[in-house]
Structures are given as C-alpha cells and as structure tokens.
C-alpha cells in the first residue's frame, strides 16, 4: 500500500521542524525518499524541493535512490575491524549476491559500511532495519543471508541475533544510586530556582558530553535570558569507541528524563527534546514508554507535579550523522534542518531551538543531575578531585579481556582502567576517541581528569600488534567523511590529512608531507568552524609525536 503522505504529516502538527522525522518515516516505509513524497511533504508545508532534496542528502541513512528492503549497515569502526568486521562484511555480500553500497537487482537487499554504531563491546556489529546485529561471525552473516534470501520477517530471526548487552564491570557513585521517579523533581521544587542552580554550582558538575563547561554556569545564563526556553539532551554519542549513554538510555531512562525536567523547571523552560542517534532507534520504544509512565504519573505535562509548571519533552532521531553531536548541529537537526554546526556567539544559552534560549547538557550529565538534587553537592563532590568532581563513565574496547562499562572517579589513572580491564601488552590508549588524545603505555599513569586528560567516555586499548599508523588513517577517513563541508579549513584539510595519511601508510612520505601535515593541523585548529575540524588531525599528530617509530618502518 502506497504511504499516506497527508495522513504522516497529519502526524506531525509541528510542521516543517518535524521534516527529518518525517522524513525517518519515509524513508522506512519505502526503501528511499521518493520523489512524489518530496512533492508532497513540499506542497503540504511550504517548502522548496532543494531544501528538502538537501536534508535528504545530509544524513548517511536518508536516500533518494532505493535501498533493499533488507537494509544492512556494518559498522566499520575501528574496534569493529579488529574484531574482523572486514571478513563479516566480505561474507556477506558474497552470500547475498551483491555489491557492498548497492542494491541488489530485485531490491530485496543492499548491504553498507557506517561509522561506529556504539556497539563496540561487542563487535563486529551491524544494524538492519534499523536493528542492532552484535557479535557478527562469517558464519552468523551466512545464516543472516539465508534470512534474508528466505524473505523472513525481522521478527522471527533468532532473537540472540539482536542481543545487546550491557556488561558493567565497575559500579561506584553514580551507578549505586538509583533516583525513585518524581523524587528529584519535589526536591527540586521545595528548593526553587535559585538554590537549586546554586546546589549543582557548589557540586561542581560539569558536562559529560566532552567539553566539561560548568552546568550550572549554563543553567544560570539561560535562566537569565527571556523566555520561553527550551532543553536539549545530547544522546548522539557517535565518537567511536564511546557507547555508555546506550547503557544509561537502556537501563537508566526515568533518572535521564528526572534530570531534564528538574532541568527544564529550574531555568524556566517548558519544552525539552532528548536527541537520540539514529544508529539507537532499537531504544525508541522503551524511551517513549517511560515518557508515557510519566505522563501519566503528573511528571511530565501541563503541570509537573501539581506545581503549576509545564514541561513536556519530544523524543527526536537522528539520521546518520557524527556532526549533528556538536550542540548547535544538534539543535539545527530538531528543528528538521541539516546538521550545519551554527556561528557562536550567540550561544544556545541565548539562542537555541526556535530561537529560544536552550540549556544542551549530555546524557549523564543529566542523569547526575537527578542524582545531585536528592543526595546535595557535598554527596557528589566527595569523589574526583579538586576540579573534576564526581565520577566518569567509560566506554573501554579495544584490545582488553573485558570491554564494557566502567565507572571510575575522577583522578583515576589510566594503568588502573587497564588493570580494571584486563589489558595486556599495551601499546597505546585512545582516551576521549580519535577527537580525543592517543597516548603511548609510558603515559599510562596519568590521570582521567579535566586537569590532565578529559574524556567524553571512550576509552579504547591497543596491544602492541596493532599498526598505529594504519589506525590513525582509518579515523582520518572517518573524519573526512563525516565532515559537513561548511568550513574551508575542515574541508579542504581532512583532504590533505587522508593525502598524508595514505602517502604514509606507502612509505611514500617525505619531509616536505611532514611539514605539511603539521601546517595544515595548525589552521585546522584555530580556524575550523566547529569541533571536528578543530581535532581531525590529532590521530594523525599522536601517532607522529608519540610513535615515530611507525613512520620509520615504512621509510
């Protein structure tokens, strides 16, 4: 049955800002965005086709050309390739019949590489019909290809086939502490305004999402600024390697959403979005129900908890797009634009979605948040250190006998996390992903802190066979291709990285590349528009500093 374009936009009262879910939807339902549906969804809210045919082709998992019925994504990550992600993918589409980034004949399947889908702790993984595929095997992707020759619904694959687990090795502060729904918010309450942004200014809290700028200092200028306001949630988490905010999503959803609206009622908002990555859409189903449970319980709505405020909050996907991580690409993409990072100043504080001034704060920072207002500042500051208070979740992969979930406080070393783990033989330590720093084993006491090495969460270990070099020119891909375009300096210099990167990795190098590489990380640096170009190159510059021995190899 053709899709009912009026009846989906019907279901979207919000109107052209509901153009990337809407979207989502289309696509899903017909293999593509077809032109017809441009037309349509065009004519229906008043747009230009070049401004939708645009968001189409922003996002990795929106196509104006079919894709199969069968749509599989293979992560192709760098824990994934160690893993033997490239022999699962080979397999694949000898067994299906088709070549990797196109549609089979009869339209039943077309298999892709993706970046990281945040299920590096067990890898090699994948995605179809937007459902995880965890610890694909050769002979797994022969049983999914005899599936998918078959014609079998999604729904009677062997259920093992979709497990996603959530291995936590170390609990300690934040993952001890359960919040009970609604107890955050009648503290919140009790306390106002005022004493409550100054208990998460006295905890010390700072963003988890990489960044590390003082919450509260946030929460007061948005409060500050005229009304009506707005939050937003970052749940994109597409730094490779990082994936505890899929554990927090799954497991600790009514603390997150507990930490939006004590959010939301403090600063004066009325209107929260929680931004999850499209690669997470297994988790949809489980978010919206606890958005429903609260509803139902006051928590959420035209009057939080009998207190005369309203907050309500809209679960928004994404579609594919490592860029849309970065706080303005992020609100760009609710209001159902492309992920074009915005010029700062003004900030969302001032001017976020729709204008309005939004507070953006990531997943668990959120979730501790809930935890602060119950248990008081001095409870959270009792762990990390002098100016890194609390605890870190770490996302640790790699060459370890236990990936999974850590919680570690601030000040820990990272030769602790490796022992934690399991790790043996280290060569190197990726710390805060490739937009992070990788470091050699003789650095490995170090500490996880904003006063020495900050980390969004991804922690992954390379043992010593592993050829550095070669990973750095795969992250360079990464960036290159996730890169939006906007910016020259982003631009034109991922180019240049992937031409040194690859010039080395064939011994091709020479000094006059050297010189270039470290010219070209310097404008990357201080003249990109935002944050991926402002770090693509660290890869490429840790392996040149710290391993010089790699390049030597290959002279």
Known sequence: MPLDIAALLHRHPQGPRALLQVLREVQHAEGCVPEPALQAIAAQWGLTLTSIRSVVSFY??????????????????????????????ARLCSALGVREGACRADGRVSVHRTACTGLCDQGP???VNGQPLTRLTPERADAIAALI???TPLAQWPSDFFAVHNPVWRRDQTLNTPVPPGDAIRVALALGAEAMIDRIAQSGLRGRGGAGFATARKWAACRAAPGPRAITCNADEGEPGTFK?????MSWAHELIEGMTVTGLTVGATQGYLYMRGEY??????????LAQRAARGLLGDDVQGSGQRFDIELHLGAGAYVCGEETALIESVEGKRGIPRTRPPFPVDRGVLDQPTVNNNVETFVQVAQITVLGSDWFKAQGTASSSGTRLLSVSGDVAQPGIYEAPWGT???????????????????????????PATQTA??????DLPTGGAFTVFNRSRDLLDIARQYTHFFASESCGFCTPCRVGCGQLLDTADRLIAGQASASDIARLQDTAHLMQHYSHCGLGQTAFHPLMDVLTHFPQQLQVRA
């Open 446 to 451: 170090r500490q996880l802190s904003f006063e």
């Open 245 to 249: 905010d899929r554990y927090l999503l």
């Open 125 to 127: 993984a994948g995605l």
């Open 149 to 151: 020759h078959s014609g």
């Open 60 to 89: 990795h998992f929106l196509s104006a050309e079919p894709r199969g019925a069968y749509t599989v994504y293979l992560s192709d990550s760098v824990t994934d390739r160690l893993l033997g992600s490239e022999a699962v993918l």
């Open 281 to 290: 859409e297994f988790i949809a189903p489980h978010l919206r129900e606890v």
């Open 413 to 439: 070393r990272v030769d602790e996390v490796l022992a934690w783990a399991g790790a043996q033989d280290v060569q190197a330590v990726l710390v805060g992903g490739p937009s992070g720093h990788l470091i």
